[in-house]
């Protein structure tokens, strides 16, 4: 498994009670792959030729895209839940869909003449939706957010590595029991998240933490979590797993009242193909560039279902807490010798 499909699966498996680095597989990782797959066939179908069928009655290209589509999008459709946006080119095409008034799912080859016209009358005005330079904005808005926020984390994070020669990255998903993940609101995962980054300026697990960033997300089945990750100063932390596993009980028991749960990725750091968590040396390119990779998945666009909250609340963020400016102190910096 590469390091995207382990992000994908961490984000969608619940975690464990009674482990910080066991995950549960649930519904929501196969929902997550039919949204992907809605989305590449989507633009699979916005390339393709016009046309459903050739000259001799078989299926084309574009047929064989619409087929699947056909059987898999009410699926998807059904499995929006509050607070989800669809992407702008499913949605499109769900619009598109619901004008039509076909019943589906549909087999193609078993259509009738009439839904032969109107499945191709779909995908002419599907096609000049998405060509629109309405829908082009409507794409740049879907993805604003996100790429404003990797440019300000890593913005954040090179700002951290000119005041430290080291950073001890910590890495923890949080999340809720099964018992009462679905009862979370987005105002009671809001308090939680406020409780346990205030603490961050007064607790002595935090005592060296110089920041933070956190992505809210929202699951069918695994209600609401986080993605977080704490910045430490490298040269006062050495022991990154168990520092994160403190920080995730004392979610788990002081900030939820028990009712919460971690995933603790320091502790399977090395299943990663490259690794940007723990220690993480300021010249040290190659870890450097995995964090980044790790802080740009925290920070990714949303795929094909976009998490939207009441009064468009913040669903990431980042600590002000950078170290000191001033005389930078310690030795002076030497390559780093691999």
């Known amino acids: 498994m590469n390091d995207d499909d382990l992000a994908q699966l961490e984000s969608t498996s619940m975690h464990h009670p009674d482990s910080d680095t066991t995950l549960l597989v649930t519904p929501d990782w196969d929902l997550l792959k039919t949204q992907l797959r809605v989305l590449f066939l989507l633009r699979k179908l916005m390339a393709a030729e016009p046309a459903i069928f050739n000259r001799r009655g078989k299926l084309t290209l574009a047929g064989h895209y619409l087929q699947e589509l056909l059987q898999i999008m009410p699926g998807l459709i059904a499995a929006v839940g509050e607070y989800q946006q669809l992407h702008p080119t499913i949605a499109a095409f769900r619009q598109e869909m619901e004008r039509c008034g076909l019943v589906l799912p549909l087999t193609l080859l078993a259509c009738t ?157 090395h299943t990663y193909t490259h690794s940007g968590i723990g220690d993480v040396h300021y010249l040290d390119q190659t870890k450097r560039a995995a964090l980044q990779k790790a802080i740009t998945y925290i920070t990714k666009v949303d795929a094909a279902v976009r998490l939207v909250l009441p009064g468009n609340a913040r669903t990431f963020g980042r600590g002000e807490r950078f170290v000191q400016l001033g005389a930078r102190r310690g030795r002076r910096r030497q390559p780093l010798h691999q």
């Open 113 to 269: 003449r009439q839904d032969i016209a109107l499945l191709e009358q779909l995908l002419s005005e599907f096609r000049a939706t998405v060509n629109s330079a309405k829908h082009q904005r409507q794409l740049r808005n879907f993805q604003r957010a996100a790429n404003k926020n990797l440019r300000g984390a890593l913005a954040y994070i090179d700002g951290l590595f000119e005041r430290r020669s080291r950073l001890s990255v910590v890495r923890l998903d949080l999340s809720y029991e099964k018992t009462v993940a679905k009862s979370i609101t987005a105002t009671l995962t809001r308090l939680h998240r406020k409780r346990l980054f205030k603490r961050v300026q007064s607790h002595p697990l935090f005592e060296h933490c110089d920041g933070y960033l956190w992505k809210l997300e929202r699951g069918l089945h695994k209600g609401f979590h986080y993605h977080t990750c704490f910045l430490f100063d490298g040269s006062r932390i050495r022991r990154d797993i168990l520092l994160a596993r403190r920080i995730g009980e004392y979610w788990k028991q002081d900030i939820t009242g028990g009712t919460g749960l971690y995933f603790n990725c320091n502790a399977i750091q």
